[in-house]
């Protein structure tokens, strides 16, 4: 099984990995023509993962060190596995540069506390939010909650640091943060705002 990190380590000590690609054999088609050793008969490569003990939202915990096979080559050493670790550092410094990690930690929950009632600048965000679900043909469930819960992906998107300052989708995550769940059941737009989800506003373009 792979997961995050993932790399080949080969024989001469090169480790070959990819933020974003985490299968073993992804790495291995992609970098088969850059790396020779990779298409030799005989074993000159090993599957490595290294994974944080307490979860990815944890990278200051031990990391497991795992090889991904059933035994290990005679060359193995532990220059290759010293090797590996070095690549899941620069892997750690690359990936958690985009992330918001203590955001990720604590996400917003906007169903708490007693309800609200928008203001105008809310219900003008949730005018954005339809007309960005519409020109990207969100899907839509076939209940309240399953609107809510593509707002709860689109809010768990922006916590990564990969848009800028263009995050389509950012209005729905404005409303999420000031207090408000989103929901669209096929004809009317609503906001539910605390703990019982109330139902504190309704428009039908």
């Known amino acids: 099984m792979c997961n995050d990190f993932s790399c080949i380590v080969t024989k001469s000590h090169k480790v070959i990995w990819e933020r974003g690609i985490s299968s073993h054999d992804a790495l291995h088609s992609k970098y088969l023509e850059q790396y020779p ?18 979860g990815y939202l944890y990278p200051n915990s031990a990391w497991n060190f795992q090889i991904d096979e059933e035994d290990t080559p005679d060359w193995w050493s532990a220059a290759h596995e010293l090797e590996a670790i070095r690549a899941n550092k620069q892997w750690q410094k690359e990936a958690y540069a985009l992330i918001n990690i203590e955001e990720a930690r604590k996400p917003i929950n ?34 309240v909650w399953d609107s809510v819960g593509s707002s709860v992906r689109v809010y768990d998107g922006s916590l990564f640091y990969i848009w800028g300052d263009n995050y389509k989708y950012q209005s729905c995550v404005d409303l999420w943060k000031r207090g408000f769940a989103p929901s669209f059941d096929g004809t009317t737009w609503r906001l539910h705002s605390g703990k019982d989800a109330e139902v504190v506003y309704e428009w039908v373009p």
């Open 37 to 54: 050793e990779l298409k030799e008969s005989a074993r000159t490569s090993v599957k490595v993962e290294i994974t944080p003990t307490k």
């Open 110 to 143: 906007p169903l708490k506390g007693k309800g609200k009632k928008p203001t105008a600048k809310d219900i003008a965000l949730l005018q954005k939010w339809a007309s960005v679900r519409a020109s990207v043909r969100a899907s839509v469930g076939s209940s």
